[in-house]
């Protein structure tokens, strides 16, 4: 499935009701930076989760069993994204249906002069088409790759909706806490868990979140030594000054094995090693495992690798900040805008640092009203006014908390 991912392709509008706190939310053009500032509790992450849930959803090749505990009756996402000349809206809610507890509703709309047209509509079990056709998909398929898969691929119907689905399929979600026990502790890696990983990411295009074997296979495929250039130029003494060298050993097995080792079958190991920076003429110089890097520095290794691997069309960042100094957070923002494309980037953050890289245009006020997620964007004269600002009094967070609700 050919993948999208120019930097015009991104979501322009995005429509949350009845998602958690999110009782009718709407982000309208969208540009390529989005950042979602506010105070704590204000729903910023419940807005990054609605998009990527949604996004998975319509995608993943089996249900997902988060619906059945986040979205609730009625709750219904919406999501405008352009790709090259098109513009297409996917919506999914979960209809009210008296007697069914979660009746799922698809639709896939494209853009035609100022009205959007249903390509399809899936209506619990069932797909219908503008010309007539029905196909049966189940009760809770996800509905872009069943018929992928149950139509031909030369079917109109799969050539009309493969763009949507490409683009779709790889709306990434990074959460602010790093996953280091989900495998990426100091550890041997077997060749058969590598070969494996690589496998599941070539089939279903979704990488599992390690940033070890992101690394690895940077490091072991020839074709992506590109990627892996720019991540060291990235971390190094020309980019952030935080790792001068990342570097892979390949142990094989000895040939007489201990019997727990023996009986896994495998003829090698991989382990992946990191150099940290420490100054010219600081000694020694000391290799050591991803799990005992500062938290900041695996933040910020987590977030270059999953950029250049995983070829997101959309990357869902929550506090790119955490952990970080303001000077390197400042330096990770100009960095993330240089090279980020083509992927979109939505992000909460309570960093001046992070905001003052930032135009006006591209901040989103969250905040909360009766109980419920609001969010707005700067208006014609507050954009004049923060330009102003930022021109004759200072940056432009401080500005931010003279117009943010409490």
């Known amino acids: 499935m050919k993948r999208f991912c120019r930097r015009d392709n991104m979501l322009t509008r995005i429509h949350i009701q009845k998602f958690r706190l999110c009782q009718d939310v709407l982000i ?31 995608t993943a090749p089996e249900p997902s069993p988060s ?145 070890l074997m992101r690394i690895l296979d940077m490091l072991l495929d020839k074709e992506k030594a590109d990627n892996l250039a720019v991540l060291q130029q990235l971390l190094g003494q020309n980019g952030l ?20 080792a023996s009986s896994s079958g495998e003829t090698a190991y991989y382990r992946v090693l990191f150099l940290p920076s420490r100054g010219a003429g600081a000694f020694p110089r000391m290799y050591l495992p991803y799990d005992a890097l500062s938290l900041g520095t695996r933040r910020v290794i987590r977030i270059f690798a999953s950029m250049l691997f995983d070829g997101s069309s959309v990357m869902l960042l929550e506090q790119p900040e955490d952990s970080l100094h303001q000077g390197l957070t400042k330096k990770v923002i100009g960095l993330l805008r240089q090279n980020a494309q083509p992927a979109q980037l939505i992000m909460s953050s309570h960093s001046s640092a992070l905001l003052n890289k930032l135009a006006p245009d591209e901040i989103r006020l969250v905040s909360l009203h009766e109980g419920f997620t609001s969010i707005r964007k700067l208006s014609p004269d507050e954009l004049s006014l923060a330009v102003d600002f930022m021109n004759k009094e200072g940056p432009l967070y401080d500005f931010l908390e003279t117009v943010q609700e409490e």
Not at 129 to 136: A, E, L, N, S
Request: aromatic share 6%; net charge negative; hydrophobic share 40%.
């Open 241 to 260: 000054g935080l790792i001068d060298g990342i570097h892979p050993l390949n142990i094989p097995v000895p040939t007489k094995q201990p019997p727990t």
């Open 28 to 58: 309208d053009n969208a540009g390529s930076i989005v950042a979602l500032v506010g105070h704590n509790g204000t729903g910023k992450s419940n807005i990054l989760q609605a998009i990527y849930q949604t996004a998975r959803m319509a």
């Open 67 to 211: 619906e059945n505990t986040t979205f609730a009756r009625g709750s219904t996402i919406e999501l405008d994204f352009k790709i090259p000349s098109n513009t297409y809206r996917y919506l999914r809610t979960l209809a009210p249906v008296p007697g069914i507890p979660k009746a799922i509703v698809e639709k896939l709309s494209l853009l035609k002069g100022d009205t959007f047209v249903d390509i399809l509509v899936r209506e619990r079990g069932q797909v219908t088409t503008p010309d007539g056709r029905t196909v049966p998909i189940g009760e809770i398929a996800p509905c872009l790759p069943a018929i992928s898969a149950l139509l031909p691929a030369n079917d109109p119907l799969v050539l009309a909706i493969s763009p949507a689905r490409s683009f779709l399929s790889t709306v990434r979600y990074y959460p602010v806490d790093e996953p280091v026990a989900a495998g990426d502790e100091d550890r041997l890696i077997p060749q058969g868990e590598y070969a494996a990983w690589v496998a599941e990411w070539k089939s279903t295009g979704i990488a599992r979140d390690s940033v």
